[in-house]
């Protein structure tokens, strides 16, 4: 019977670990994505994902990003955004 407990106690604790990573947002990679995104040249009237992201919803949130459980960011997807230039100088 406390083998089950454990059991238990384990899985509640891995389930309430990952939904709170879930819509964690690093501050560090939040305000480079912000940057980012203001230093991009897109079509704002064709965007779906780049002209909503904004500090009031975890970056992990957004449309586009991807994080890992720890709240990195791992991937963008900005396909379809018309997003015009050079990235970098």
Same mark, same amino acid.
């Given at each position: 019977?406390?083998?089950?407990?454990?059991?238990?106690?384990?899985?509640?604790?891995?389930?309430?670990?990952?939904?709170?990573?879930? $819509? !964690?947002?690093? =501050?560090? %990679?939040? #305000?480079?994505?912000?940057?980012?995104? &203001? $230093? !991009?040249?897109? =079509?704002? %009237?064709? #965007?779906?994902?780049?002209?909503?992201? &904004?500090?009031?919803?975890?970056?992990?949130?957004? #449309?586009?990003?991807?994080?890992?459980?720890?709240?990195?960011?791992?991937?963008?997807?900005? #396909?379809?955004?018309?997003?015009?230039?050079?990235?970098?100088?």
């Amino acid at each position: 019977m406390k083998l089950v407990q454990a059991v238990m106690l384990f899985l509640v604790i891995s389930i309430i670990h990952y939904c709170t990573c879930l $819509n !964690l947002c690093l =501050d560090d %990679q939040r #305000s480079l994505l912000q940057q980012f995104k &203001n $230093n !991009l040249t897109f =079509d704002h %009237q064709h #965007s779906i994902k780049v002209k909503i992201w &904004n500090e009031s919803i975890a970056c992990c949130d957004w #449309s586009g990003v991807t994080c890992d459980h720890d709240a990195h960011v791992i991937a963008l997807d900005l #396909s379809d955004e018309g997003i015009q230039g050079a990235l970098g100088n």
